[in-house]
């Protein structure tokens, strides 16, 4: 009997929500994302179905190899970025390969998509939850008083629009995955409007917490949890580290799968990541962390985001081009 793969919509919104609750700064103000986010959300899905229409008329082994290292660089990033939080906020605590072995080794369960699907549910809920009862503690410190009433000039929109335009590989991964037996309508729209709405109502909490201070602090969202009137994150701050952890590893087993995808043409209907596999990733990965290690990782997010619309760009031309070739070769 022919396996269908189970919905992955989860693991994509996971992996985008993440990088919101992660940020180290907040990067615009609520109003003005409020705004670009009615243009941002319908473009951010168009872009990612014109991806996969392209993909699926002009993939080449090129695309494929391309793609498949922006992954691997992009799993790197993302161990990196969590190091350095982590290191901020526990001072001496984590190495670069306990931080490795934490996010890494929980890959080995989630090899298989049906993991990564049921993982990935547990893990929004959590993800929500915590939220909410992050929320449900700083409210006695929301003011509305805190509310800028400056007027916005253009460059906080053209801000607010370069951040919410990052390009993230989860736009992008449904070009690659199998199609999911439980059909989602339009699951791009859904998932570009979960993040960016999701990232103006964190940031409108942060104003009304901060008021004017807001874009001067750095990890927001953990310094106002750890303000709370019932002051339980600084209890409980191990359950929201193994909460990250938890996150993190699900993006990298995502990131993992579809690498494989990509490496292995002639088997992508598998719906599994080959366990030899996993002790070259490993080690692959850590060796390029450490290489990584120095480099001043907002800078390197920033630029793997123009690499991103780098390869959509590519892959938009090669699929152009194979559609001319194609009505080329019909009217002859």
Known sequence: MKRECPSLLAALTVGLLVNVLLRSQSAYWPRAGAATALLCVPLLASIGALFARAWRIGESPFFRLLFAALLFYTSALEILNFRVLAQRLYPGFFSLTAVCLMTLLPVLYLRRVSAISQTAHVVLCLLLLATGFMLLTILPRLHIT???????????????????????????????????????????????????????????????????????????????????????????????????????????????????????????????????????????????????????VSSAMQQRSILTWGLVLLVGMGGIAAWLCQKLKKCL
Not at 205 to 218: D, I, N, Q, S, T
């Open 146 to 296: 805190n509310l800028q009433i400056i007027s916005l000039q253009r460059d906080d929109f053209i801000a607010a629009a370069k951040e919410q335009l990052t390009l993230y590989p989860e736009y992008l991964l449904p070009a690659l995955l199998p199609p999911a037996k439980t059909k989602h309508h339009h699951p791009l729209l859904r998932l570009a409007a979960a993040a960016l709405w999701f990232d103006v109502g964190m940031h409108l909490v942060l104003e009304l917490f901060y008021g004017a201070a807001m874009p001067l602090r750095v990890d927001p969202i953990h310094a106002a949890a750890r303000c709370g009137a019932l002051s339980i994150f600084n209890r409980l701050e191990s359950l929201q580290l193994i909460l990250w952890i938890m996150a993190i590893t699900l993006k990298l087993s995502l990131y993992l799968y579809a690498i494989c995808l990509l490496l292995r043409r002639g088997e992508n209907k598998g719906l599994s990541v080959s366990l030899r596999n996993f002790p070259l990733y490993l080690g692959c990965l850590w060796l390029l962390c450490v290489l990584l290690q120095k480099i001043d």
